[in-house]
C-alpha cells in the first residue's frame, strides 16, 4: 500500500483539478465584456486542460489503490473578468503551493513516478498562472 499521505494529497490535488475545471468552465460561459471573446477561449481550454490533469491524479490514485473524490474545492465563478481573473490567479498560485508539496512527499515516499507526474503538473500550473496574471497586467 502506498503512502496515506501521498494518496491524501492526491486526492487534494483532485478536489482543486475539479474545482479548476467547473470554475473555469463557467467563467467561460458566463464572461461578458469587450475583451470577453479571448479570455471566455481561454478560460475554456484551461478548463479542458484541468480536466485532463484531473483524469492524470484519478488514474494515478487508483493505481496506488486510492479511491478518487467527487467534491471540488470551492468554486469561485461570479463577477466581472477581472474578478475572475483575479480569482484564477489565486487558485493556481494555491495549486503550485501544494504541488510543490506533493513533490516533496513524492520524493519522501521513495515514489519517483508520483514526483514526475505532479512536476509536469506543476509545468502546466505555472503557466495557467502566468496566462491568467499576463491577463491582469493589460
Known amino acids: 500500500m502506498a503512502d496515506q499521505r501521498l494518496l491524501n494529497i492526491i486526492n487534494k490535488s483532485i478536489a482543486g483539478e475539479l474545482q479548476a475545471l467547473v470554475q473555469y468552465m463557467w467563467q467561460h460561459v458566463m464572461a461578458v465584456g469587450i475583451e470577453s471573446p479571448a479570455i471566455r477561449n481561454m478560460f475554456r481550454s484551461t478548463a479542458m486542460e484541468e480536466m485532463k490533469h484531473a483524469e492524470k491524479l484519478a488514474e494515478r490514485l487508483d493505481l496506488l489503490g486510492g479511491v ?3 467534491t471540488p474545492d470551492p468554486i469561485v465563478v461570479g463577477g466581472t473578468l477581472v474578478e475572475m481573473i483575479k480569482a484564477n490567479v489565486k487558485s493556481e498560485a494555491e495549486t ?3 504541488y510543490k508539496q506533493a513533490i516533496d512527499l513524492s520524493i519522501e515516499a521513495k515514489d519517483p513516478v508520483t514526483r514526475l507526474m505532479f ?5 502546466d500550473e505555472e503557466e495557467h498562472h502566468k496566462d491568467f496574471s499576463d491577463l491582469l497586467e493589460k
Open 68 to 70: 478518487p473524490t467527487t
Open 96 to 98: 503550485m503551493k501544494l
Open 119 to 123: 512536476e509536469e503538473l506543476l509545468g
